[in-house]
Every structure is written in C-alpha cells, then in structure tokens.
C-alpha cells in the first residue's frame, strides 16, 4: 500500500509537504494549458522526494451531459489531459463521477459510454482512470449508481471516504464497500462532521474508520490524505492514522 498526498494544483505545496509520502496528487484545474505546467519543475520536486505521481482531472467537468457534441468534446478533452498525464509519470488518474443532472436516468447509459472512452483513453497513455464518489455534490452521482456503472464499465473506484459519510453518513460508507469494495484501486482519506465541515484531519471528526478497516482488509492500492492544510505534522499524523487502519502489521 502506497500513501500519498493531494497538493490540488500547488507545485509550491508539493515541494513543501511531499517529503515521506509515496506519492503526490496534482490536480489540473478548468482551463489549464499543460504547455505551461512546470513540468521540470515537477520532475525535480518529485525526484528529490523519491514519489510517484497521480493526477486529479478538472474538478467541474461533468462526464455527461444530454447533448452528444458536448459529450463528444468532453472526451477530446479528458483524452488530452490524459495524454499529458502519461507524458509525466502519472500512474492513476482520478475523475468525478458526475452528471449534469445526475438524477435523468436516461443518461446513465450514456454516461456508461462516456466512461468507456475516457477509460480507453486513459489506457492509451498508460494511467489508470479511477472514478471518484461526489454524490454529496449536486451534479454527483449517487453512491449505489456510482458503484453499478463502475462495475459494469470494469472502472476502478478512487473512494472517497469522507465524501460517502457526507452523502450517507457511515452507513453509506459501510454499503459501499461491501457491495463495491474489489472496485476500489485508490483512496481519498480525510475526516468530516455532519455539520457540513470536511477535509479534516482524521480524528478530528465523526467517521467510523473502524468500517474502514473492517470492509478493505488487506487493502494494496494506493491512499491520498486529502486534508486541507499546510501544517506537515498533522497531514503526517493522518498518514499514521489511516496507515494503522488499513495495515495489520504496521
């Protein structure tokens, strides 16, 4: 099991949080030109840390909308970012599974033949597309319908724990994994509240990581702590956490 770290599109948070963790997440926002990414600039910083790369693909793009031609450019335009992410290393990619309504079921077919394509051109450049959990979000599918057109396109799943306890709390966490949990390739960790606060450092809030444990014994994939802040010890201290969680000899 390799730990790593989101740095959302920061090479700045990289090269000042990354050291000790396997593995760093860059997140390529809306709009980005990859001829500008600092591409040395993250080979350096990478190198010097001895980690690995994975990426998160643009944040608001949905998969699927009712229109054919958008849904045509979305693929051109997820396959580009691909491409980039091959050329540098990326092992896994990760993508929100989202809808522009994410209740039409008319769409999840569609949606199936989106996944497809983005998927083949995730395997062309030599990533692993992972589909990401946002169900808590309005353009999010829901959990159970997530997990269904993640087997039925044979996606891998990044999990992301906290976002399933803000949709369902730790019962939907729990359903998740023991219907979906041989889907699950990638990790996204943090602690939430029910209030509404996310992205916390794990302890700090109410998940039961205990399901965790429980449903991905012997788990070998990779894990992103995924907590917003700076402050190395305490992104360190989930690290640790969720390390003890997942690995019975650690």
Request: one cysteine or more; hydrophobic letters at 40%.
């Amino acid at each position: 099991m390799d730990v790593g770290l989101t740095v959302g599109d920061s090479l700045e948070r990289l090269e000042t949080t990354i050291d000790g963790f396997d593995f760093a997440e860059l997140s390529v926002g809306e709009g980005t030109d990859t001829d500008e990414i600092e591409t040395d600039r993250l080979e350096d910083a990478l190198t010097v840390a001895d980690a690995d790369l994975c990426v998160h693909l643009p944040y608001q793009q949905v998969v699927v909308t009712p229109v054919p031609e958008i849904n045509d450019a979305i693929v051109d335009y997820l396959t580009r970012l691909l491409l980039w992410a091959g050329s540098v290393g990326a092992e896994k990619a990760v993508l929100h599974g989202t809808a522009r309504n994410p209740h039409d079921t008319d769409l999840r077919p569609v949606f199936a033949e989106q996944l497809r394509a983005i998927g083949t051109a995730a395997t062309d450049a030599g990533v692993e597309l992972v589909l990401e959990n946002v169900g808590h979000q309005k353009r999010g599918l829901p959990l159970t319908v997530l997990g269904d057109l993640a087997r039925e396109t044979a996606t891998a799943v990044c999990f992301d724990v906290g976002h399933a306890y803000m949709e369902d709390g730790d019962d939907g966490v729990d359903r998740f994994l023991s219907g979906y949990g041989d889907l699950v390739s990638h990790l996204h960790v943090h602690d939430a509240r029910s209030r509404g606060d996310t992205h916390l450092p794990i302890g700090a809030g109410e998940i039961d990581y205990d399901i965790v444990e429980t449903q991905l014994e012997g788990f070998n994939g990779t894990v992103a702590v995924e907590v917003f802040t700076d402050d190395v010890p305490l992104l360190c201290d989930s690290a640790r956490r969720v390390t003890d969680v997942l690995e019975t000899d650690s």
